[in-house]
């Protein structure tokens, strides 16, 4: 089952177009959709809805999850679907932090705040299809299988033309706002020159799934190892509790060596990295390798524009804390936005974009730079930076302030 494809022949004029038909940008359009009436989400895939596969235990394996934290799903909340996806969660009620060889380490724990967990995993296909289906049954509308060619900004609207592949038409659009959010090869890099901050990473990431011998009890592991940084995030199978994703942020040329190991060869180096604490690790699910990209856009609002998720900011993969930047940044633009609508004022004007832009500045600044100082510190392997990373990771143990600050940092609240 399709979602409607909009089959403009004239120039059609939106209150806001959204290019990219991602979590974002899924997520971003249901937001808005009970206050503008009009809004377009174009996407170069097809996004449909995929009656085969949405309700089948397929999704649980061998594919990526995501891990959302408390401030997120608060946000899905408002878009009425946690209550489903729940269902299909796996509860994260602590985070134990260590480094391979360190003395301290550090469990975080959802009983610090008074909640009943620190977040949640999800399948990423599940979250997806349920986004796609309730926007299905909104008044959004979805141009799939086409690609912007072209943009014109005007003092009061943007001229947007798109390519659909499927028939080789063009079709133009007029809107108040456009709104990017296709990912780090953003066409607004290359139509508008906006510039972008690209840092070097020698790092790619495998991610697999990992059956226990002993149950996870709901408990994620962050772990630091001469090799890399490693997750191990607790996931739903069939109701059993013990089943793990890994995602193990490598050297490129580690990466490449470990892809081609056999998987009882693979798993050995997760278990000797990893250790006991979950027993013997059993039986592993296809491996998936990606690149760790991290770059910033130098602009993320203009007269009519505004810049989010990766193409705004790809940061160091920790916790999931990305897409979770990701989301608090949308929930802030919608919240300028309808205050804007009420005022009667233009939602494209700098003056209002800037709002936002100020309104979210310093959560991305401390987001960002709380990902590079963890990767940064923990892969120091001097003795003298050990002992101190040792004995700051038992200060956050041993001290409940420090250890409740930094609990509410990674549930996302700033």
Known sequence: MSVTICQTAVTKAYDIVIVGAGLVGLSLSLLLKQDFKSILLIDKRK??????????????????????????IEIIRQLDLWNELEKVAAKIEKVHVSGNGDVGSVLLSACELDQKALGYNVSTAIFSQSLIKSVKNSQVEVLSESSVENLNFKKEHVEIEVLQTQNSRVASFNSKLLIMCDGVDSKVFDFLGVQKSDFESDYEAISTNIDLQQPHQNIAYQRFSKKGHMALLPIPKDKQTNRV????????KLANEFSSLSDEDFLKYVQDNFGYRLGVFEKIDQRLKFPIIRQQSMEQI??????????????????AQGFNLALRDVNNLVTVLKSALIAKKHIGTFEVLDQYY????????????????????????????RALR???LLAIDIVPFLRKKVTKFGVGVR
């Open 390 to 392: 040792s004995l700051g």
């Open 245 to 252: 994703e890994l995602v193990w942020v490598l050297k490129k």
């Open 358 to 385: 100020q309104s979210k500045k310093n959560d991305q600044e401390l987001t960002t730079c709380f990902g590079d100082s963890l990767e940064s510190i923990f892969s120091h392997h001097n003795l003298h930076v």
């Open 302 to 319: 203009r007269n009519g524009l505004v810049i989010l998720g990766n193409a705004a900011n790809s940061i160091y993969p920790i916790g």
């Open 47 to 72: 996004v449909e809805v995929d009656i085969t596969s949405s309700n089948s235990t397929d999704l649980y394996i061998n594919k990526k999850s995501i891990a959302l934290s408390m401030s997120s």
